[in-house]
């Protein structure tokens, strides 16, 4: 019987701290539906704000791109490139943050993207005065 209740003990114990643990991570966001995701030959902005984030403009529309973990070789030239996850599908060509996305500089390992998310003119604007490397296309 205390063998029983030892080892009911010890599994109440490793799920109280597994739940603990997921807590502490950010929630993370579900992907952008299709209409709404960077369409990667749209781009006519980027900017490295810091090591885990990133903005994009293309057109009027503007996003937010939060990494999954610090990522510094996106302070590296010549450019940034954002890739699809491997299998395509109907988002080809478009990054919405869902898994298997990723941003690289050329030569560098590419960085896994957490979220996508869409952000008013301020907002951008705001976050562009923090950023450490920029590209902007004017056409």
């Not at 029983?4 to 109280?16: C, F, H, K, T, Y």
């Not at 597994?18 to 299709?34: E, F, I, T």
């Not at 996106?74 to 996850?85: A, I």
């Not at 993207?113 to 952000?119: N, Y």
Request: hydrophobic share 35%; charged share 20%; glycine share 6%.
């Amino acid at each position: 019987m205390r063998t029983i209740i030892a080892v009911l003990l010890l599994a109440l114990s490793v799920a109280v701290t597994g739940s603990a643990k997921a807590a502490d991570r950010p929630v993370s966001h579900a992907p952008l539906r299709a209409a709404d995701c960077i369409d990667t030959s749209n781009i006519n902005e980027w900017k490295i704000v810091d090591e885990r984030t990133a903005i994009v403009r293309t057109g009027p529309k503007r996003y937010l791109v939060t990494l999954k973990s610090s990522c510094p070789q996106l302070s590296h030239p010549p450019g940034l490139m954002f890739n699809t996850r491997p299998s395509g599908g109907a988002n080809q060509g478009r990054i919405c943050g869902d898994i298997g996305e990723t941003v690289r500089t050329r030569g560098q390992p590419a960085c896994p993207i957490e979220s996508v998310s869409i952000i008013d003119k301020a907002k951008f604007s705001q976050l562009s005065e923090d950023a450490k490397r920029y590209a902007n296309k004017q056409h």
